[in-house]
T-cell receptor, first 111, second 113 residues
Framework: QKEVEQNSGPLSVPEGAIASLNCTYSDRGSQSFFWYRQYSGKSPELIMF????GDKEDGRFTAQLNKASQYVSLLIRDSQPSDSATYLCAVKEEYGNKLVFGAGTILRVKS | DTEVTQTPKHLVMGMTNKKSLKCEQH?????MYWYKQKAKKPPELMFV???????INESVPSRFSPECPNSSLLNLHLHALQPEDSALYLC????????????FGPGTRLTVT
C-alpha cells in the first residue's frame, strides 16, 4: 500500500514567519510531487509541483525534494493570515497518472 | 488558463432521484478524474479517464456511473444514492505525460436526503 504521511497539525506560526510543511512517501519509484492548498469548503488549488531533487521556488513558496530520503517539503516565507488553510501533499504513482494524497496539514497564521 | 468548471455548485437529491454532475475543461488535457471528498479528509479517487476511455475505477458502487462524451467533458450520473454519499465531488484534469499535474474544479456539494 503506497502511503503519503503528513503531520496533521495544526501548525501555528506568527505573521511574517516561515512556515515549514513536511511530507514523506513510501513509493521509491515516484517521480512527481505536488502541493495543494485547500481553504475550508473550497476545492484543492495546485500551488507547487516538483520532480527534480533540490529546491524549486515560486514567489513566497519553495518546494524541496529529497528522493533518497523520500521527503518533500513546502516552505512559505513571510506567512500571511490568508495562507491559513489545509495543505495537501500528493505523490504520483510510478506508473500511470494516479495521485496518492496525504491527510493534509492545517496551517494557522496568527496576526 | 487552468480552469476546470463544474455544475451544479450545490445539489440536493432524494434517494430515488437520478441526477448528473458535469465537468468541463479547455486546457487540452487528455486525462480527467472524479474524486469524492468528505469533511477533513483528502480527496478520494473514484474514476480516471485517459484519452476518453475509462482507465481506473476504484471499486466505486454502480450507483455512480461516469461518462466522458469527448475530451473536454466529463459527467457523473447518480442514481439511488445513500445519505452516506453526501460529500464534495471534485473533477480534475491533467496532461498525460510530463508532470501530470492535476487541476481541480470548484466541486459540487452533494446532499442526499
Amino acid at each position: 500500500q503506497k502511503e503519503v504521511e503528513q503531520n496533521s497539525g495544526p501548525l501555528s506560526v506568527p505573521e511574517g514567519a516561515i512556515a515549514s510543511l513536511n511530507c514523506t512517501y513510501s513509493d521509491r519509484g515516484s517521480q512527481s510531487f505536488f502541493w495543494y492548498r485547500q481553504y475550508s469548503g473550497k476545492s484543492p488549488e495546485l500551488i507547487m509541483f516538483i520532480y527534480s531533487n533540490g529546491d524549486k521556488e515560486d514567489g513566497r513558496f519553495t518546494a524541496q525534494l529529497n528522493k533518497a530520503s523520500q521527503y518533500v517539503s513546502l516552505l512559505i516565507r513571510d506567512s500571511q493570515p490568508s495562507d491559513s488553510a489545509t495543505y495537501l501533499c500528493a505523490v504520483k504513482e510510478e506508473y500511470g497518472n494516479k495521485l496518492v494524497f496525504g491527510a493534509g496539514t492545517i496551517l494557522r497564521v496568527k496576526s | 488558463d487552468t480552469e476546470v468548471t463544474q455544475t451544479p455548485k450545490h445539489l440536493v437529491m432524494g434517494m430515488t432521484n437520478k441526477k448528473s454532475l458535469k465537468c468541463e475543461q479547455h486546457m487540452g488535457h487528455r486525462a480527467m478524474y472524479w474524486y469524492k471528498q468528505k469533511a477533513k479528509k483528502p480527496p478520494e479517487l473514484m474514476f480516471v479517464y485517459s484519452y476518453e476511455k475509462l482507465s481506473i475505477n476504484e471499486s466505486v458502487p454502480s450507483r455512480f456511473s461516469p461518462e466522458c462524451p469527448n475530451s473536454s467533458l466529463l459527467n457523473l450520473h447518480l442514481h439511488a444514492l445513500q445519505p452516506e454519499d453526501s460529500a464534495l465531488y471534485l473533477c480534475a484534469s491533467s496532461p498525460i505525460g510530463g508532470s501530470y499535474e492535476q487541476y481541480f474544479g470548484p466541486g459540487t456539494r452533494l446532499t442526499v436526503t
